[in-house]
């Protein structure tokens, strides 16, 4: 079947770095993104990535790894409003976005 | 402003009501997309359009019944819903609905609440 695992919550501290997992079971496997979502607001695209390796983007990284089917985001430098839940999707071999229920990161001062 | 607005982005209702929503992009994207999100849970695809013509159909209840009148316009018509039907409902749109790296633009949601 396919599938996607991500933690329900973690919490962390300003300033800090925190690491968000998520691991998948995907048929015809053709990336994988990662959106945040700020509560009562829309998903943003954080990114993409279907080449195994680490991608980054200012204070946010993301890294694939196809074989172990396993993905990161990475959020350095934490601030206040990093705190929102963290969206990760697979997309298959028709294109669909199979989802994860989302991470939702707590950031305390 | 994602480029996606939906109206309304609260809405209660009874299940005996009749209510539509609806989603406006000014993106000039070809797919357009309705999501069920529910608190814990995965988003829910439920329907897709591209180019106007429905795609996709995820065993909705046809209690939920889409429309897609142009390009930039989608409806979400409601009758006669259940209370687990309660959920935020995600408008989306995308460049196209079938290649990689589609990058969804979702609109902010409209939170339906049925008594």
């Known amino acids: 079947g396919q599938n996607i695992d991500q933690p329900t919550e973690m919490t962390a501290t300003e300033g800090a770095i925190v690491q968000i997992n998520c691991t998948y079971q995907t048929s015809g496997f053709n990336g994988l993104f990662w959106y945040q979502q700020h509560a009562g607001e829309a998903p943003t695209f954080l990114s993409y990535?279907?080449l195994d390796g680490l991608e980054e983007k200012g204070r946010f990284s993301s890294f694939l790894s196809r074989s172990k089917g396993y993905s990161y985001l990475l959020l350095k430098e934490l601030q206040m409003k990093d705190s929102a839940s963290y969206l990760c999707?697979?997309?298959?071999?028709?294109?669909?976005?199979?989802w994860g229920a989302g991470t939702k990161l707590i950031i305390k001062p | 402003e994602t480029g996606v607005t939906q109206t309304p982005r609260h809405l209660v209702m009874g299940m005996t009501n009749k209510k539509s929503l609806k989603c406006e992009q000014h993106l000039g994207h070809n797919a357009m997309y309705w999501y069920k999100q529910s608190a814990k849970k995965p988003l829910e695809l439920m329907f897709v359009?591209?180019?106007?013509?429905?795609?996709e159909n995820n065993s909705v209840p046809s209690r939920f019944s889409p429309e897609c009148p142009n390009s930039s316009h989608l409806f979400l018509h409601l009758h006669t819903l259940q209370p687990e039907d309660s959920a935020l409902y995600l408008c989306a749109s995308s460049q196209d609905g079938s290649s990689g790296a589609n990058v969804l633009t979702f609109g902010a949601g409209s939170r339906l609440t049925v008594l």
């Open positions: 359009y591209s180019l106007e013509e429905r795609v």
């Open positions: 999707a697979s997309m298959d071999s028709n294109y669909q976005l199979i």
């Open positions: 990535n279907v």
